[in-house]
């Protein structure tokens, strides 16, 4: 379901009446009035006339208490009666004169009958110029009105502008201006004919403002008393904006298709014609962009990005500040509002499977000698229309665009109701559309089935022409499936109408988590105790073995950890791709790099409008530097400026604390990414406090950083031998675990950092340190101990220790493994070396009693492995750690207080927090097939989701999503917070929802979660 709306236009008579307005002439206005029908053909031989009123303002000035002034005024018409009437020639139209004689503000108003006697008017006003009698309205502001002849002119016209100023004669400053004054003069203005004209040069387009200021000296009378000084000087501001000139500019761009209907997988012929504003053809050679969209698509918002001469002369700001001293001199008690702008700114009988909203993008076509080009477009699957778009541009300064639209059709249609995803566990009713688009009447036969289940009762639907039913099945997803792929097919009369093919994701609505897991090399022979949890789903989970010849085996459960995770900000983007070696996804995110940079260069956390952060930006240029994965060549040299002149201080943002240990912490953090860089100098610490002992370990690392690669630093082999002292003193490399000693500082959410990360950074130091190689294998396995279920506790973390491990592995490690190994609980599996030399996963399900996990290795070698105990826990009571969440839901459109079909709820979460945090992400998962309004699509209601209720502070990123609602919070004080959403429910079924969840982002060991019931809608 979503919301639609619709406008249309309700005639008060069969029949439209017009009138057009000549310039004036010595004799009057010339007239023509037009009589058309309601599709805009003329009318000859229709009765036609014309009426006309002057209107009259009276104003007048009043004493308020308290020695200010107001203005009082009524406004009154004079009928000046009919001015002429007759019967429209062949064209529907009928010429007159407005006498000279009538003066100011003439209202015009034409009528015209239809055959049934119903009358259609219209109306229009024109200033006649007159004996200086007439007045305008008057306020006690300084604000006036100019009333332009036209709403957009051509460079080379003339533009009238009239100024309804409430002065008889006056003298005005009249300027051009946009971005500073290009033009300006004064004129006397008189109330006889407040009139002003401006000649347009080329140079005005694509807008130009014009403003003027009419001052109107003292007057004779009245006379000045003690209290009141009526007739001292006064003056008025007014400014109008002018749209000037784009014909100039404009491409005339032509887009014909070989015809309108097509069947799925057809190719459409599309010819494209360019002429210049001229109408002659671009030259040879000239090109042009082509795109073929879904107009389903285009539904939701369009796209004015092919607008491109819309784009390129886009109205021009106003640009610049202007002050006078005039409300000083004439000596105002009350200045108004200063003057503004007006204004805002094959396989036809196959399945169909293909839905692609996109078919073509060619970004380079080029025209021939007759400036035209001939394009093939493949259509898809899709029974919809498309909007075929080609973007013309030649030369700097020439723009156009055109489009043309092709539809896809079939006799019966089938159209899928499916969700995008289901949940485990999930009872719903699975719904088709079926349309018939032909004029007669059909009975279908219409199946449906999901791969691997079992099959679905066919129904019997019979349709009258032009009608469309929903056919549904109620559909139990199984609680080990990760996929529903639907098949659906309508028949009949010996034929298939319509076949197509989807695929359902099926989501974890208790969620299968590491319990616990632990690293070893395998030895001969090794054993562990184990015990099934009392509260795991059965069948969900077991004992993963993880088998690798490296200690690289343990980034597997980094990997499911980054699949798994839910949000999405720069940083956590950047940071799964490195934890899954994925350069592809790296490359991805950061080709949307432009978007995510404010205008000093420092990136954000979302693109939207704000500052960016220092820390983020040196993390993203740490990062790049150390994995060797390259960042866009301008984003990067943006953000080294912006980063650099952050140091410098010429660019400023809050620091975390004011003390000398805490400027240096942020400082130290981007100084050693532009060391990494090249692009840091030894004067960048002049003005810092440099006291490593107080600073974390993290800093000591960034230290480092800048100590190797600022070689011309002064006392730098003094300097570099202290820090690598202090990071020794902190480290404790007891046993097989790696620890810092001292209080836990390194926990400094505010700059992302975590012990975790630093344990990961000190490998990687270590390996660039070719005096230390000695302590690789105990760092190793230190970072790799400190994982807990299976990774480490941040994102941050994640992906230093997987730069880190893999590094490793490069360098130190040799050997491989031969053989096979056993794996032994409640079943036995192995692994053969031979078969498999990268190593490979066992796994096996959880022993009904308790039990003991044997492992052994026949053959050489030693290799790694990652034993995971994996269960599914369902969440049975709230979880408060740092956070406390509520849940209520609210109705707003309900048919009672049970969920329904079509019912739009509020969703209304409380978040109590213990203490102040930055970055804090909210989860909150919604039934399948509900939609989130408020996303500014054209299908939500902006009304229903306009109540919307937030308490202290709101959410600096909100993500509306298909399965959940997420809200980032840059900074969460301690306290009450409140968030509001609004969800549709859709399909009806019994839907479980998992946990919902608030947590510090990189403080993981802060957080809420609270269990939720199952949604059911009726």
């Known amino acids: 379901m979503q919301t639609s709306s619709n406008a249309t236009i309700v005639w008060p008579a069969a029949v439209q009446a017009g009138i057009k307005l000549a310039d004036p002439q010595a004799s009057g206005i010339p007239m023509e009035l037009a009589v058309a029908s309601l599709a805009g053909k003329p009318l000859a031989g229709r009765s036609v006339k014309a009426e006309a009123w002057t209107r009259v303002v009276d104003s007048h000035r009043k004493r308020l208490v308290g020695g200010f002034y107001a203005y009082e005024d009524s406004e009154r018409y004079q009928a000046l009666g009919e001015i002429c009437n007759g019967k429209t020639d062949a064209k529907g139209r009928l010429a007159c004169l407005m006498p000279a004689r009538h003066r100011g503000s003439v209202v015009l108003r034409v009528s015209s009958r239809d055959d049934a006697g119903r009358t259609s008017y219209s109306n229009a006003e024109v200033f006649m110029p007159g004996d200086g009698t007439d007045w305008e309205r008057v306020s006690d502001s300084d604000r006036i009105d100019l009333i332009a002849d036209k709403k957009s002119y051509e460079p080379g016209q ?50 130009v403002f014009v403003s003027v200021m009419v001052v109107r000296g003292r007057l004779a009378d009245p006379a000045a008393t003690a209290l009141v000084d009526l007739a001292k000087p006064a003056y008025k501001l007014g400014i109008v904006n002018l749209r000037v000139g784009g014909k100039g500019y404009a ?41 073929a969209v879904d107009e389903g698509l285009l539904a939701l918002r369009a796209n004015d990005s092919w607008k491109l001469l819309e784009g390129m002369l886009g109205e021009r700001p106003y640009g610049f500040f202007t002050a006078t001293a005039q409300g000083q001199v004439v000596g105002k008690r009350h200045f108004g509002r200063k003057a503004v702008p007006v204004g805002g700114g094959g396989g036809r009988g196959g399945t169909r499977e293909l839905f692609d909203t996109l078919l073509l993008w060619k970004g380079r076509v080029a025209l021939d000698e007759k400036g035209e080009a001939t394009v093939e477009v493949p259509l898809n699957d899709s029974l919809t ?15 156009g665009t055109g489009e043309a639209s092709i539809r896809a059709s079939k006799d019966v249609m089938l159209f899928s109701g499916l969700s995008r995803a289901v949940r485990q566990g999930d009872r719903f009713e699975a719904g088709f559309t079926v349309r018939n688009t032909t004029q007669q009447t059909v009975k279908l036969n219409v199946s449906a089935r999901v791969e691997g289940q079992a099959a679905l009762n066919p129904q019997v639907v019979e349709l009258a022409g032009g009608a469309a039913k929903e056919v549904v099945w109620p559909v139990t997803v199984p609680a080990d499936a990760t996929q529903l792929s639907w098949t659906a097919e309508v028949a009949g009369d010996g034929r298939v109408y319509d076949k197509l093919a989807q695929k359902q994701a099926v989501l974890e609505a208790v969620p299968v988590r590491v319990l616990q897991a632990t690293l070893t090399q395998v030895p001969p022979d090794y054993s562990l105790p184990l015990a099934r949890p009392a509260d795991a789903l059965s069948g969900r989970g077991g004992i993963s073995i993880n088998l690798s010849p490296s200690l690289v085996a343990a980034l597997d459960g980094v990997e499911d ?31 949307k790099l432009d978007s995510y940079l404010d205008q000093d260069g420092l990136a954000k956390y979302f693109p939207y409008p704000g500052q960016g952060s220092p820390v983020l930006t040196a993390h993203l240029l740490s990062l790049a530097a150390d994995s060797g994965w390259p960042l866009p060549d301008k984003g990067r040299e943006r953000m080294k400026a912006g980063l650099t002149a952050y140091v410098e201080g010429r660019v400023q943002r809050g620091v975390a604390g004011s003390n000398s240990s805490a400027r240096a912490i942020v400082q130290l953090d981007a100084i050693a990414a532009l060391a990494r860089h090249d ?91 070719n005096t230390r190689k000695a302590d690789l294998g105990r760092l190793a396995r230190g970072v790799v101990s400190r994982q807990s279920r299976g990774h480490w506790d941040t994102t941050v973390a994640n992906a230093w220790g997987a730069l880190a491990l893999r590094k490793f592995a490069a360098q130190a490690e040799a050997g491989q493994p031969t053989g096979s190994t056993f794996a032994k609980a409640a079943g036995e599996q192995s692994l053969d070396w031979a078969k498999s030399p990268k190593g490979g996963s066992l796994m096996l399900a959880w022993p009904d009693q308790a039990a003991t996990l044997n492992l052994r290795h026949q053959g050489n070698g030693k290799p790694w492995a990652i034993i995971e105990a994996k269960a599914a826990l369902p969440l049975k009571a709230p979880l408060a750690s740092g956070y406390r969440l509520e849940k209520q839901w609210m109705p707003i459109e309900a048919k009672g207080k049970a969920f329904g079909r079509g019912d739009v709820w509020r969703v209304r979460l409380t978040i109590d927090a213990q203490a102040d945090m930055s970055w804090v992400a909210v989860n909150d998962p919604i039934p399948a097939g509900a939609q989130l309004l408020g996303r500014g699509l054209a299908s939500d209601s902006n009304l229903l989701a306009r109540g919307e209720g937030k308490e202290g502070y709101w959410p600096s990123f909100e993500e509306r999503g298909d399965t959940a609602y997420r809200a980032y919070y840059e900074w969460l004080p301690k306290g009450r917070h409140v968030l509001e959403y609004t969800v549709r429910l859709n399909t009806r079924g019994d839907f479980a929802l998992p946990p919902s969840r608030v947590e510090a982002l990189y403080a993981p060991e802060r957080f809420g979660e609270i269990p939720n019931v199952n949604v059911k809608v009726q």
């Not at 014909?256 to 050679?285: C, E, F, H, M």
């Not at 699949?563 to 790296?586: F, K, M």
């Open 561 to 591: 950890y980054f699949r798994a995770y839910p949000y999405t900000c720069l940083e956590q983007q950047t940071s799964r791709a490195i934890g899954l070696d994925d350069q592809r996804a790296w490359t991805a995110v950061l080709a």
């Open 158 to 207: 003339t533009a009238t502008l009239r100024v309804k100023m409430p002065f008889r004669e006056g003298s005005a400053l009249i300027a051009v201006e946009r971005e500073r004054v290009l033009e300006w003069r004064t004129q006397v203005l008189t109330a006889a004919n407040p009139v002003i004209k401006i000649p347009l040069k080329a140079n005005y387009g694509p807008n």
């Open 251 to 291: 491409l005339d761009v032509k887009v014909n298709t070989d015809k309108s209907l097509y069947q799925t997988r057809d190719k459409a012929t599309v010819k494209i014609a360019v002429k210049s504003a001229d109408g002659k053809p671009l030259a040879k050679g000239a090109e042009v962009a082509v795109a």
């Open 679 to 769: 692009a840091a100098r030894p004067a960048m610490l002049d003005a810092l406090v440099l006291e490593p002992n107080r600073w974390p370990t993290s800093t000591v690392l960034d230290w480092l950083v800048v100590l190797n690669k600022l070689t011309d630093l002064p006392k730098r082999a003094e300097r570099l031998k202290e820090a690598r002292q202090i990071l020794v003193a902190r480290l404790d490399l007891s046993g097989t675990t790696l620890n810092f000693s001292g209080k836990p500082s390194d926990e400094y959410w505010r700059t992302m950092d975590s012990a975790d990360a630093d344990a990961a950074r000190i490998l990687l130091d270590t390996l660039a340190d």
């Open 385 to 399: 229309s498309f909007k075929i778009v080609a973007v013309a541009t030649a030369g700097p300064d020439r723009f």
